[in-house]
């Protein structure tokens, strides 16, 4: 199975972001489908639970939705069609829907244009440009792209001079104000001492409860070996599957080595 570099696992990461929807639990999304006061925010959400409910044909259930979200055509339903479109590798629709939905003032959707400005997802890679994206975006304290600036801070570039101290600031206080992507790199962190073992388990877990593609890997691979965590192998082919479902290429390569070997 093919390793990948720290760079090349965050590029497959950040492709899989694109394609994580926001969670919504409502058991009677039909009830507020049908409400014709339903509120858009109401019916863009009930919407997510008929996109993941897994009684319902699949192609059906995604051509409704998306239909819901095409019709309610606001920011945020715009942002939906979008991280739709993503999940089905559509990327040119993709983009072009996170473009509408930013200009419609989705403050999601311009983070997730920084992702595809900066890893050259769908459009040209522009590190500077994607930095802008992310320092307007820190200023309005939204904790993933002041994660994202401290990240720029740290590596440092042409406009974002390096600055370790400036860095280590913000990268803390997107890890305080529940950035998933910092909760999983300082658990990562914080296992290299014995002492905050538990307390870096607790933010990595946190960090796959959000989703962090990362994050629910390391628990798959974890999980199965028992090194750390007690072994349960069920948990552990929860999380792959869930990262297998975002195509995340780690899971994928990993699924098909051990089908390959099954036919053996």
Known sequence: ????????????AFKC????????DISDYRAVLADT???????????????????VDRAKRVNEAMGVWAKVDDAEANFLLATAYFQHNKKDEGVDRLRKAIKLGSV???????????????VKPDLEKAAKIFK????????????????????????TPQDPKKARKLL??????GCKFAEFE????????????????????????????RAMMWLAIELARGT??????SASQNYMEQCYALHFKPAVDAVNEALKSDKK
């Open 1 to 12: 199975m093919e390793k990948l570099t720290p760079q090349q696992l965050n590029f497959e």
């Open 17 to 24: 972001e694109l394609r994580v929807m926001p969670f919504s």
């Open 37 to 55: 006061k339903a509120d858009n925010h109401s019916r863009n959400f009930a919407a997510i639970s008929l996109y993941r409910d897994k009684s």
């Open 108 to 122: 999601p959707a311009q983070l997730r244009a920084g992702y595809c400005t900066l890893m050259g997802i769908g």
């Open 136 to 159: 307007r975006l820190a200023t309005e304290k939204v904790p993933e792209a002041v994660y994202f600036t401290g990240a720029l801070y740290m590596m440092g570039s042409e406009t």
């Open 172 to 177: 803390m206080w997107s890890v305080k104000n």
């Open 186 to 213: 300082h658990g990562i962190t914080l296992l290299a001492n014995p002492e905050t073992k538990d307390e870096a388990i607790d933010y990595i877990y946190r960090a796959a409860a959000k989703q962090e593609i």
């Open 228 to 233: 750390i965590l007690q072994k349960d192998l």
